[in-house]
């Protein structure tokens, strides 16, 4: 078996205990044993996998002396939507089987105790039954069936509710456990989906630096190493190792938001680009594009973005040259401009944000008050997170991805307001907002767009 971890790295970890490959789930019997004390499990699936891997997998809790008790298998082709209403089929259902009679005759919290709950999919499962399971206070085992997200051992689950795509929170799995041949299979666009997830972690990177820098968010040194260490290696991987080295990728920087209970290790400017683009449902053809696609893009955007700030960077701020923050009011007017086509909804929960994270010009004069070799600094450090975007498009193009928010039906326009409205969703601090507070915001995203179309 190839295990990438050592024990002692998951001591470190609040729910996740242990976690690997293993060709065939060979092992998958003693570490059920040991880390859930049961032999038998309800397994939750798809149709999908239903008939492309549960055969295999049935195969294997047979040969590693496991009970499958039910294989709960999610009616609906795919696209499965991760909502509310599913997780509480889904609870019902294991409710069922858990206060069925076992064989000794007893029900209820003894049974709920025996029984392991298990996902058997890709992102979407794995959500759906991460909530079902922290519902339910039982521990679940995540078997991924494709390296397409990075949720898979993340605290939380995002879920549809009340027509908001949330991050609702509930404790990781306690294992992750799958084989790499299940891995190699899956289908191309999840692979290059999982690519552009595990790239954004560059750029996820890059503001980290930053706010770490203006002392607004410390980087943690242990969330640090297993989102960066050794990242460019695996995304430069040969085509028959991708697959598993995306997979570790993911798996590594899920275990870096358990420790911090937050996604800042993992998510920066690029995310907030595609986190607009959701919300306005961004679609192809009537189908939903894969978030790392457009994470993908978003990290080209904010790759080139950076690189901009930088060059200005290195000429040092002048306070004297800083804009005039506006007042509240005008900066609602600001967000209703960008905001109008959102629903209402929306558009007062991104007003909220851009209010609460408008800064005084005290703060602002403050906060950039540092001699000009300290930025140069600064911007050679962030310049060493960076990939060039020649290579980085290559990169991405290589691997199945989207390079422009034009293949995406992005027009001009709407990439610029893209951008802007980027800005205002998140406290979280990123270029976006060091451009914005020093006047760089609109000539960079000018030039950005020009890049594009
Ligand atoms: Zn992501």
Redesign the pocket.
Known sequence: MRNFETSECLTQLPDTKFWALSAGWQGLGAVVQRWFGTKSMIVVTDEVIADAVAPSFKEALRREGLTLTELLVLKGKPPLVADYQRIQEIITQVQGLLTTPMRDGKKGERALCQSLLVSLGSGTINDLVKCSAGTLGVPYLSVPTAPS??GYSSFGASILKENFKQTLPCPAPRAVFTAPEVLSAAPVQLRAAGYG?LA?KITAGSDWVLADAFGLDPIDETAWAYTQEGLIKRLSAAPDDLANEIFVGLVRTGFAMQITSSSRP??GAE?LI?HVWEMEHLEIDGITVP??IK?GIGLLTISAFTFLVLDHMRNGINLDALPKIPGPEVRAQEVAQRCAHLPVSAYRAIEEVALSKLPTQETVNERYNYEKKWYRNLADKIETQLVPLEELKGMLARAGCLTSPRELGVDRSRFLRTLEIAQMIRSRYTVLDFAWETGLFESCAEEITDMFF
Do not use: C, I, P, Q
Request: no cysteine; aromatic share 0%; net charge negative.
């Open positions: 997200v990075d997830d954004s993992v998510s995310h595609s978030h790392g994470v």
